[in-house]
């Protein structure tokens, strides 16, 4: 595998998959792990958008953690497209993924991957509003990061044109925007079906939250248990561990 300046291939320290990274981009952090066990649930069979892939890290995951038979990864950044392909190929995983170099934004609109609806769509957005946060980050960083070329209105509403009847959507995001997401799930008719809060530590406000949506489904929300990463020692926890396919000593 030939990598570009400042690449570099990574261990997801999951059934010896491998990640190309630049080192000067956005790389992974440990939401991409928790939404693709929240997600994998997925049933044997199913096809699937991964909505913003990035790098592809989701798309690769669910390809080894479910039976999934095809999952389409969204990444509107041409070179990020580029090395995600160049990661599916790394894995051997061209059976189960494609990586197309779409706009998030424009597939409602201009009614990009036609076909019959898809069984499921998960998704890893950019949390922050284009007026908030750093803005002296690189181009990669900044576009993965912020609202700027697609806000979080175009991910839900590109969910709803792509999901089939009953299908289900998968996002993890920040907890700040929680009533946002709500609100838009329901403008486009994705019920809020399942909700967990994940945790630093025990003691610590939540940072992330996983929710899954069901396109036209009965009002019933449950929430599950919080998820803690660390335990009082600074080591993972055991649920961690399991999520990483690992013993907990």
């Given at each position: 595998m030939n990598l570009k300046e400042n690449e570099r291939i990574d261990d997801l320290e999951y059934n010896n998959l491998k990640i190309i990274q630049n080192e000067k981009g956005f790389c992974f952090g440990i939401d991409s792990i928790l939404i693709s066990d929240f997600a994998r649930e997925i049933k044997q069979g199913t096809v699937g958008v991964d909505l913003g892939t990035g790098t592809g890290i989701i798309s690769i995951l669910l390809a080894s953690k479910t039976k999934l038979s095809k999952i389409i990864g969204i990444e509107i950044q041409k070179d990020i497209a580029d090395m995600a392909k160049r990661s599916v190929e790394l894995n051997s995983l061209q059976d189960k993924i494609e990586i197309k170099n779409l706009n998030v934004k424009e597939i409602a609109e201009k009614a990009l991957l036609e076909r019959e609806k898809f069984d499921f769509v998960v998704t890893n957005p950019p949390y922050k509003k284009l007026d908030t946060g750093k803005t002296n980050e690189n181009e990669y960083k900044f576009i993965s990061r912020h609202e700027v070329t697609a806000n979080l209105e175009d991910f839900i509403k590109a969910t709803k044109y792509l999901?089939?009847?009953?299908?289900?959507?998968?996002?993890?995001?920040?907890?700040?925007?929680?009533?946002?997401?709500i609100e838009l799930m329901r403008k486009y008719k994705i019920e809020?079906?399942?909700?967990?809060?994940?945790?630093?530590?025990?003691?610590?406000?939540?940072?992330?939250?996983?929710?899954?949506?069901?396109?036209?489904?009965?009002?019933?929300?449950?929430?599950?248990?919080?998820?803690?990463?660390?335990?009082?020692?600074?080591?993972?926890?055991?649920?961690?561990?399991?999520?990483?396919?690992k013993k907990y000593y």
């Amino acid at each position: 595998m030939n990598l570009k300046e400042n690449e570099r291939i990574d261990d997801l320290e999951y059934n010896n998959l491998k990640i190309i990274q630049n080192e000067k981009g956005f790389c992974f952090g440990i939401d991409s792990i928790l939404i693709s066990d929240f997600a994998r649930e997925i049933k044997q069979g199913t096809v699937g958008v991964d909505l913003g892939t990035g790098t592809g890290i989701i798309s690769i995951l669910l390809a080894s953690k479910t039976k999934l038979s095809k999952i389409i990864g969204i990444e509107i950044q041409k070179d990020i497209a580029d090395m995600a392909k160049r990661s599916v190929e790394l894995n051997s995983l061209q059976d189960k993924i494609e990586i197309k170099n779409l706009n998030v934004k424009e597939i409602a609109e201009k009614a990009l991957l036609e076909r019959e609806k898809f069984d499921f769509v998960v998704t890893n957005p950019p949390y922050k509003k284009l007026d908030t946060g750093k803005t002296n980050e690189n181009e990669y960083k900044f576009i993965s990061r912020h609202e700027v070329t697609a806000n979080l209105e175009d991910f839900i509403k590109a969910t709803k044109y792509l999901l089939k009847d009953k299908g289900s959507m998968y996002i993890v995001h920040r907890p700040d925007r929680l009533v946002d997401i709500i609100e838009l799930m329901r403008k486009y008719k994705i019920e809020p079906k399942k909700m967990r809060f994940v945790y630093s530590t025990i003691e610590s406000e939540p940072t992330l939250v996983l929710i899954k949506g069901i396109k036209n489904a009965k009002q019933f929300l449950k929430v599950e248990k919080p998820l803690i990463i660390y335990n009082s020692k600074g080591e993972y926890t055991e649920e961690i561990y399991k999520i990483y396919d690992k013993k907990y000593y």
